[in-house]
């Protein structure tokens, strides 16, 4: 079946340093790949859309600046958090629809937990 | 996010017995209907799915029903077992948009 990996699985980091978070699809190739956010007992919050090639489109509230998206072959994106801090610690995962294998289904990634000090 | 944070209901089943979660929808618009499970520290694994021309569709040991007049999805879990304990979250999409909106997510615990 479509598989999502993602890395690192947990990061702690700093306040004030950049992180990168790294999103594959591993057997097919991801015309679109998502970007969530979910707090301890809450549901998936939606952060960004990513298509291939073009710029990302942010969901109202979440700041393009500080969660940089780079979506740049169809089975690779990545997620900077710039400048983090604490209030930025959080579960982080990448999800990915593609065609023919993952028969446009949405796949998820294992997650990042991310702590900043 | 389009999701609203809430504290998770739980359902307590007992081992063995059938488990139905209830999701109600928010879009008339929505088309296509997704059933994930996450577990503990996981992301969310797809478990079932269907489309609005359908009403019910079954796959290993789960089924989906989609009431579309009262906007209701169900996902039944027969004969529960322990490695079913998680989040379960529902799903919805309309064709017209690219993204799913999650449910607020029910948390199945399983009684020995």
Redesign the interface.
């Given at each position: 079946g479509a598989v999502v990996s993602q890395h690192p699985s947990w990061v702690i980091c700093k306040s004030g340093t950049s992180v990168k978070i790294e999103c594959r699809s591993l057997d097919f190739q991801a015309t679109t790949m998502f970007w969530y956010r979910q707090f301890p007992k809450q549901s998936l919050m939606l952060m960004a859309t990513s298509n291939e090639g073009s710029k990302a489109t942010y969901e109202q509230g979440v700041e393009k600046d500080k969660f940089l998206i780079n979506h740049a072959s169809l089975t690779l994106s990545t997620l900077t958090v710039t400048s983090a801090h604490p209030e930025d610690s959080s579960f982080y995962i990448c999800s990915a629809r593609g065609g023919w294998l993952a028969k446009n289904i949405q796949y998820f990634g294992a997650g990042t937990r991310l702590s900043v000090l | 996010?389009?999701?609203?944070?809430?504290?998770?209901p739980t359902l307590s089943v007992q081992e063995g017995d059938n488990s139905i979660i209830n999701c109600a929808y928010s879009n008339s618009a929505s088309d296509y209907f997704?059933w994930?499970k996450q577990e503990s520290?996981?992301?969310?694994?797809?478990i079932i799915?269907i489309r609005s021309n359908m009403d019910k569709r079954q796959g290993q040991r789960v089924t989906v029903l989609l009431n579309k007049t009262v906007k209701h999805l169900s996902l039944q879990i027969a004969a529960t077992q322990p490695g079913d304990s998680a989040v379960y979250?529902c799903a919805e999409k309309s064709s017209s948009a690219?993204?799913?909106?999650?449910?607020?997510?029910t948390r199945l615990s399983i009684r020995p």
């Open positions: - | 996010g389009e999701s609203v944070g809430l504290h998770l997704i994930y520290g996981k992301g969310p694994q797809f799915d979250f690219s993204k799913i909106i999650f449910g607020s997510g």
